[in-house]
């Protein structure tokens, strides 16, 4: 009977420890249970290089750069996809006009434009970044010119269904293209390099806080951009209107980089073309405020980098970016909203 006694209790002891053990197991996080913090954390996406944001499904480290070249005056409005270039140049071409360079990375929109002709410019654009070259047609000086640098050449007798007329404009401002067709022509190198740095979510923009500023181009094309606090990004203006594309987003980029270039042979002429080697000033409108630093290329291949008078990179705000290729000393209008 104390046998029988004896075993009952040790058989009880073991049970009451393994229920105990289970209980502990439970309630204490060990080694083998992640803890709620590790569960929950933020899955990581790659960066889309030409815009610093998050990219889930990848497709921006697949892909090239696209340039596309569009038209900028009154009768090309209004233009399709530049909402969602990652990053665009505004240069100014032959009779004192503005023409745009949009380069696609991320996104792929299926009309672009409208399409028009390359000029001596777009070849110190397009140089460090590569890939493809979207364009209309041009002159002999201009075609040779943009045929130098390391690009895959697409115009409309090229593309095939990668461009396309709109029967409803009238030409030549009715020639668009198909981003996620031209991309199938390929190019390298894939993807893009980086052309700026960013600042994190947690780092304030410095600089004096700005309510809208103007960079002087020529003739009727002055561009005015007015800080919108709501979105966090500056909306565009020209021609004594807020430029909205033909889908209904208005313009308007989280970065503006007003860079003072000399153009060489002159600003306006046929021949003229912002050179983008050597250095100068750069006027950064970034969160709602501006800041001035210097611009310096060392070669035709290399990446612009833009510093702060301290030597430090200037941290952009992830997202587009306009780069406007003002000529050097050209007018500028900056209204600051601290009054």
């Known amino acids: 009977m104390r046998k029988l006694v004896v075993v009952v209790l040790v058989l009880a002891l073991a049970v009451g420890a393994a229920l105990a053990v289970k209980h502990l197991r439970k309630s204490s996080p060990s080694a083998s249970t992640p803890s709620s913090s590790t569960s929950t954390s933020a899955p990581h996406y790659a960066t889309a290089p030409l815009t610093g944001l998050a990219d889930p499904s990848g497709a921006s480290l697949t892909r090239p750069a ?5 038209e900028n005056t009154p009768e090309a409005l209004p233009q399709y996809g530049l909402d969602q270039a990652d990053v665009v140049y505004e240069e100014i071409v ?9 380069v696609f990375n991320s996104h792929a929109p299926t009309k672009v434009g409208p399409v028009r002709s390359v000029r001596p410019t777009d ?13 209309s047609g041009g002159a002999p000086y201009a075609v040779a010119s943009i045929s130098q640098a390391p690009v895959k050449l697409v115009d409309e007798s090229s593309a095939g269904a990668a461009m396309f007329r709109d029967p409803s404009r009238q030409a030549p401002h009715n020639l668009y293209a198909n981003a996620a067709a031209l991309f199938a022509f390929k190019g390298t190198p894939t993807p893009p390099p980086a052309l700026f740095h960013y600042r994190s979510s947690s780092q304030a923009a410095t600089g004096v806080q700005v309510a809208h500023f103007t960079v002087g181009f020529p003739s009727i094309y002055s561009v005015t951009w007015t800080w919108n606090a709501t979105t966090a990004s500056w909306d565009r203006s020209l021609f004594g209107q807020k430029i909205v594309t033909g889908t209904g987003v208005q313009v308007s980029p989280k970065n503006v980089l007003v860079m003072f270039v000399p153009y060489v042979n002159g600003v306006g002429t046929f021949t003229s073309y912002a050179n983008l080697q050597g250095s100068g000033p750069v006027w950064a409108f970034i969160g709602g405020r501006e800041v001035r630093g210097t ?10 980098n833009y510093t702060l008078a301290n030597g430090q990179p200037l941290a952009l705000t992830a997202g ?7 000529y050097s000393g050209g007018p500028m209008s900056v209204t600051s909203s601290v009054g």
Request: aromatic fraction near 12%; charge should be positive.
């Open 295 to 304: 611009w310096s290329r060392t070669s035709k291949s290399s990446v612009l």
């Open 123 to 135: 070849q110190q654009i397009v140089f460090p970044l590569g890939g493809i070259f979207a364009y």
């Open 66 to 70: 696209l340039t596309v070249k569009i």
């Open 94 to 102: 032959n009779g004192g006009i503005t023409r745009l360079a949009a």
């Open 320 to 326: 587009q970016t306009w780069v406007e290729l003002q």
